[in-house]
C-alpha cells in the first residue's frame, strides 16, 4: 500500500523560502521502480507538475517554472521527499500535492495521468 503525507506548508512572502516534505510508505521505497512527484494546483486552474525524481539513483527533473528556484532531494532512510522551495513568487500560491508511481525508468514524468498514488496536498501561500 503507497501512503503519501505532505507537510510543510505554509505563508510567506515573495521572495521567501519554503520547505515541504512528502512521507511515504515504507513498502514504495522497497521497490527500485518508484517515481515521486511534486504537483501543484491553484484555485481555477489544472495541476500541474512541479519536480519528479527517480527514487533509483536519485534523478531529478523539473518544470521551466520553477527550475533554479526549487530543489528535489530524498533521504531514502527515512522513506521522505523534499521540496526546498526558494526565491518563491505569488504564482507560486497553490496546493501542493506529493505523487508516487511504479516506474522502472528515470524519466521527466510531470503530468499527473503519470501517477496513482496521491498525498492529500499541503497549501503554500505567497504574499506580494
Known amino acids: 500500500q503507497v501512503q503519501l503525507v505532505e507537510t510543510g506548508g505554509g505563508s510567506v512572502q515573495t521572495g521567501g523560502s519554503l520547505r515541504l516534505s512528502c512521507s511515504a510508505s515504507?513498502?514504495?521505497?522497497?521497490?527500485?521502480?518508484?517515481?515521486l512527484g511534486w504537483f501543484r494546483q491553484a484555485p481555477g486552474k489544472e495541476r500541474e507538475g512541479v519536480a519528479t525524481i527517480y527514487t533509483s539513483g536519485g534523478y531529478t527533473y523539473y518544470s521551466d517554472s520553477v527550475k533554479g528556484r526549487f530543489t528535489l532531494s530524498q533521504d531514502v532512510a527515512k522513506n521522505t521527499m523534499y521540496l526546498q522551495m526558494n526565491s518563491l513568487e505569488p504564482e507560486d500560491t497553490a496546493m501542493y500535492y506529493c505523487a508516487a508511481d511504479r516506474v522502472c525508468r528515470a524519466a521527466r514524468l510531470l503530468r499527473p495521468d503519470e501517477y496513482n498514488y496521491w498525498g492529500q496536498g499541503t497549501q503554500v501561500t505567497v504574499s506580494s
Open positions: 515504507a513498502y514504495t521505497y522497497v521497490s527500485a521502480c518508484v517515481n
